[in-house]
């Protein structure tokens, strides 16, 4: 078993200048994007990455369980099995996917040396989202969701929105860091348009009932999730009480940053994977193997 270094907790947070270092050999991340969007949110790590492809993915079980055997196959192979250090990097949806992948087999914990989780919850979903309508300054008025989700959710109402967005051909996988706005409705609606009607609401059914707040002090992983002071679904205060849920959970607060936080901010991001490599890789810290 590892044995890590617990990280401090920290309020607001200006990320310091990035200079990006050379690609690191002995080191791998897990990209899990958020729900409709894929792998071109999260900026260059310079190391290796692998990430799933989700769009096109509607599973016929309900549930986090068929999402958490993709992302085991994808890590029981090079690059993964051969780096020394291995870090996670998870925005919404795949943070709660990564909490749920650690916790499907307690062991991993011992083969991941970070955790980066980035505009997530440990749940519930759909009661803690707080939709951001109108703001002014440092306040905001939020509406929560959850009494719209069936309307949400219902077949007919998912297909219809995709064929308003794009028709009744759906369009294909979408760079996002090539989208003229990059604010957290309109990559929303274009990843949207990108994904399968199918497999959006699979997404939301896995998402439904999603709970591990009473099980995140079984991931001793080095944590640093980081929060948007503008994201439009989810407070500052439920980025807290996922930071302060997990053993080694530290947060940082980045002003001015939205929920797509790895797409428009990701100097963040970097520094966040930078910080955790550097204390794994202190003689304390012994690697393990998988």
């Known amino acids: 078993m590892t044995s890590f270094i617990g990280l401090p907790k920290a309020a607001?947070?200006?990320?310091?200048p990035i200079i990006i270092p050379?690609?690191?050999?002995d080191a791998v991340a897990l990209l899990l994007p958020g729900m409709s969007l894929n792998a071109t949110i999260f900026p260059d790590l310079s190391m290796p990455t692998i990430a799933p492809a989700f769009s096109q993915f509607a599973p016929a079980a309900r549930g986090m369980s068929p999402y958490v055997e993709?992302?085991?196959?994808?890590?029981a192979?090079?690059?993964?099995?051969?780096?020394?250090y291995r870090i996670v990097v998870a925005h919404s949806f795949g943070g709660m996917l990564a909490l749920a992948w650690l916790l499907a087999r307690p062991e991993r914990a011992g083969q991941v040396h970070g955790l980066v989780l980035a505009g997530t919850t440990a749940g519930p979903m759909f009661d803690v989202?707080?939709?951001?309508?109108?703001?002014?300054?440092?306040?905001a008025l939020r509406i929560g969701i959850h009494p719209v989700l069936?309307?949400?959710n219902n077949a007919r109402v998912t297909r219809g929105l995709h064929r308003l967005l794009n028709g009744r051909a759906g369009n294909g996988p979408i760079d996002f860091r090539t989208l003229p706005h990059h604010?957290?409705?309109?990559?929303?609606l274009a990843g949207w348009s990108a994904t399968r009607w199918e497999a959006?609401?699979?997404?939301?059914?896995a998402m439904d009932g999603f709970d591990v707040r009473d099980r995140l002090p079984e991931i001793a992983v080095p944590t640093i999730v980081l929060h948007g002071t503008r994201d439009c679904y989810f407070t500052e205060h439920t980025a807290r009480s996922l930071s302060d849920g997990l053993p080694a959970g530290e947060l940082r607060v980045i002003p001015e940053a939205g929920h797509v936080l790895p797409l428009t901010h990701g100097g963040a991001v970097v520094e966040a994977v930078t910080d955790l490599l550097t204390t794994a890789r202190q003689p304390s810290a012994a690697p393990s193997s998988v």
């Open 183 to 188: 604010d957290d409705i309109r990559v929303g």
């Open 200 to 205: 959006r609401r699979a997404f939301r059914s």
């Open 77 to 84: 192979a090079p690059p993964w099995t051969d780096a020394r």
């Open 150 to 152: 069936p309307f949400w």
């Open 12 to 16: 607001t947070h200006r990320p310091r």
């Open 70 to 75: 993709q992302v085991t196959a994808l890590t």
């Open 129 to 139: 989202v707080r939709l951001r309508v109108a703001w002014w300054r440092d306040h």
């Open 22 to 25: 050379p690609m690191s050999a």
